[in-house]
């Protein structure tokens, strides 16, 4: 599966494949729970 996000919350452009366990790190603040 392939998730793109583009201008949605604090995430600016996003392109994700996501097979299996998908694990999504990072700072705080940074949009990973809008995700």
Known sequence: M???IENFAK???ADI???GITVI???NNTG???I
């Open 11 to 13: 995430i600016a452009k």
């Open 17 to 19: 494949n996501i097979d």
């Open 32 to 34: 990973k729970s809008t």
């Open 25 to 27: 790190a990072g700072e």
């Open 2 to 4: 392939r998730l793109q």
